[in-house]
Nanobody
Framework: QVQLVESGGGSVQPGGSLRLSCVVY????????MGWFRQTPGKEREGVAA????????YYADAVKGRFTISRDNAKNTLYLQMDSLEPEDTAMYYC????????????????????WGQGTQVTVSS
């Protein structure tokens, strides 16, 4: 069983930075892909960043490219999302996700690609 626990959310002014963390408990060696998603009320959950654990390849949604950085510390079993130059449009609940399958019929930015999810951490960008 794999459990994901996010932290690091909060309130920040536009242009500010936050770093989200996601600690992974359980069979971490079996995870193939990990990602960060966000969701606002009334909207579908959208993928913002993903990492393939084997090769370390990273991927970003166009909306966050150049501002967000996904990384993983294997020694700490922790996934990070460094968010810089935050904008009000980045306000959302952010979720960490992971999956053991090497491939599926879904892209890395689609929710069904992932079987394990954290509880979410709120990010609010406002002046």
């Amino acid at each position: 069983q794999v459990q994901l626990v996010e932290s690091g959310g909060g309130s920040v002014q536009p242009g500010g930075s936050l770093r989200l963390s996601c600690v992974v408990y359980g069979y971490t060696h079996s995870l193939e892909v990990m990602g960060w998603f966000r969701q606002t009320p009334g909207k579908e959950r959208e993928g913002v960043a993903a990492i393939v654990t084997g090769g370390g390849s990273v991927y970003y949604a166009d909306a966050v490219k150049g501002r967000f950085t996904i990384s993983r510390d294997n020694a700490k079993n922790t996934l990070y999302l460094q968010m810089d130059s935050l904008e009000p449009e980045d306000t959302a609940m952010y979720y960490c996700a992971a999956d053991w399958r090497p491939r599926s019929g879904y892209s890395l930015f689609q929710s069904p690609r992932y079987v394990y999810w954290g509880q979410g951490t709120q990010v609010t960008v406002s002046s």
